[in-house]
């Protein structure tokens, strides 16, 4: 059962627009969110990631927004640069448990 | 930065051997390490909890005896692919966890280890 769902697999947008990639969750006991960043051929990195008592975080050019009652977060980038070229994960944690639970990831491509 | 060594990154076995692939914290005490699975286009799938000097907790539907997990240090975990067919290919990441109470967001990913199984 996929409680953490990133329904677009791919992304494409020019070098300097903005990237929205979006994540819907199922699991209200979820309570702590991350993106985490993978190049091929190396693990994930954390990214960034938000608290569910807040509904904005900022971190340079990520901000994370998270919608609680629609149980959706979107990761926005901008301004997008060809190194940010990679697969994003969405994961979520519940309180007081550390596993994580990943989305299926989203690829994005930035063209120069 | 904290660094995770997983090794190897790639391996070819025959069906039927195991496959034993290694997880390293580089420079700092692990004392909670899990390993995922990730299928082709999937999510990463926590297979198992990996904790220093106790058993391994094993997510639903996961096989224990296919998949031992051996934890004997604070820097080092281990799992071995037993017996393993076609079906267990994959890519298999770890990840670290610095500390026993730090929050989430401080899991240190290994760069995965690719199995095929012929």
């Known amino acids: 059962d996929q409680q953490v769902k990133q329904n ?6 020019q070098e300097g627009r903005i990237s929205i990639l979006n994540c819907d969750y199922t699991n209200s006991m979820f309570d702590y969110f991350l993106w985490y960043k993978k190049y091929p051929a190396e693990g994930p990195t954390f990214l960034i990631s938000i608290s569910s008592i807040k509904d904005k975080n900022e971190d340079g050019r990520f901000t994370v927004f ?18 940010d070229s990679a697969v994003y994960f969405c994961a979520a944690s519940a309180a007081n448990d550390y596993k994580l639970s990943f989305g299926a990831g989203t690829t994005v491509t930035v063209r120069a | 930065g904290a660094v995770v060594s997983q090794h190897p990154s790639w391996v070819i076995c025959k069906s039927g051997t195991s496959v034993k692939i290694e997880c390293r914290s580089l420079d700092f005490q692990a004392t909670t390490m899990f390993w995922y699975r990730q299928f082709p286009k999937q999510s990463l799938m926590l297979m198992a909890t990996s904790n220093e000097g106790s058993k391994a907790t094993y997510e639903q539907g996961v096989e224990k005896d296919k998949f031992l997990i051996n934890h004997a240090s604070l820097t080092l975990s281990t799992l071995t692919v037993t017996s393993a067919h076609p079906e267990d290919s994959s890519f298999y990441i770890c990840s670290a966890r610095q500390g026993r109470y730090s929050g989430a967001n401080v899991l240190t ?10």
Request: avoid cysteine; charge should be positive; charged fraction near 10%.
């Open chain 1, 8 to 13: 677009s697999p791919s992304l494409s947008v």
């Open chain 2, 109 to 118: 990913f290994g760069a995965g280890s690719r199995l095929t199984v012929l």
């Open chain 1, 66 to 83: 998270l919608n609680k009652s629609a149980k959706h977060l979107s990761l926005h980038i901008v301004p997008s640069q060809p190194g």
